[in-house]
């Protein structure tokens, strides 16, 4: 079956890069993208970033300076990494498959949760 | 970038209630439309994609609908397991965006 987990450190020191991996299985990178989407404590989703089933990239524009999306084929496995972490950039981070043409986010991992303090 | 404007930000409906959730873009997005329900503590889950059609093992009670560049999300008849908060997300060109959430409340 189709399942995405993140994993990375919960706590990353302000102006620090954060460093995540997203493990999937049940399909292959080389037909689907994968995205990331974070959500601040109490507030709502916000899209990150796609790499697509080509390896081409999309980011957020408020973020592509800081970010950085690439992936492992061989070990299914899709990484973010941003830099210059603010204390603003606290939240879930969540990968999730997206099912193509218009199907929408069709699958997610259980979410890493980062916190950036000292 | 396309704006999702989503309404309302809560809700509070009683059981057996017709409820309804609206997303207005910005700009033409077309049938790149889907909805996702979050519960306490879990991942948003897709309930609708391609504006109208719903995601494998959703009931039924749920369906989308769209007039030009306004969509709606339905829940025909309200249960106990409905409640959480309700998002849209335009992915007909990058940036992608969500709506800004609606928090569904049993009154």
């Known amino acids: 079956q189709v399942q995405l987990k993140e994993s990375g450190p919960g706590l990353v020191q302000p102006s620090e890069t954060l460093s995540l991996t997203c493990t999937v299985s049940?399909?292959?990178?080389?037909?689907?993208?994968v995205n990331w989407v974070r959500q601040p404590p109490g507030k709502g989703l916000e899209w990150m970033g796609t790499?697509?089933?080509?390896?081409?990239?999309d980011y957020n524009s408020a973020l592509k300076s800081r970010l950085s999306i690439s992936r492992d084929t061989s070990k299914s496995q899709v990484f973010l990494k941003m830099n210059s972490l603010q204390t603003e950039d606290t939240a879930i981070y969540l990968c999730?498959?997206?099912?193509?043409?218009?199907?929408?986010?069709?699958?997610w991992g259980q979410g890493v949760m980062v916190t950036v303090s000292s | 970038d396309i704006q999702m404007t989503q309404s309302p930000a809560s809700l509070s409906a009683s059981l057996e209630e017709i409820v309804t959730i609206t997303c207005q873009a910005s700009q033409d997005i077309g049938n790149w439309l889907s909805w996702y329900q979050q519960k306490p503590g879990k991942s948003p889950q897709l309930l609708i994609y391609g504006a109208t059609s719903l995601a494998d093992g959703v009931p039924s009670r749920f369906s989308g609908s769209r007039s030009g560049t306004q969509y709606s999300l339905k829940i025909s008849r309200l249960q106990v397991e409905d409640i959480g908060i309700y998002y849209c997300?335009?992915?007909?060109?990058?940036?992608?965006?969500f709506g800004s959430g609606t928090k569904l409340e049993i009154k």
């Open positions: 049940g399909f292959s990178l080389t037909s689907y993208g």
């Open positions: 997300l335009q992915a007909y060109s990058a940036p992608f965006t």
């Open positions: 790499i697509w089933n080509d390896g081409s990239t």
């Open positions: 999730a498959r997206d099912g193509g043409s218009s199907w929408g986010f069709d699958y």
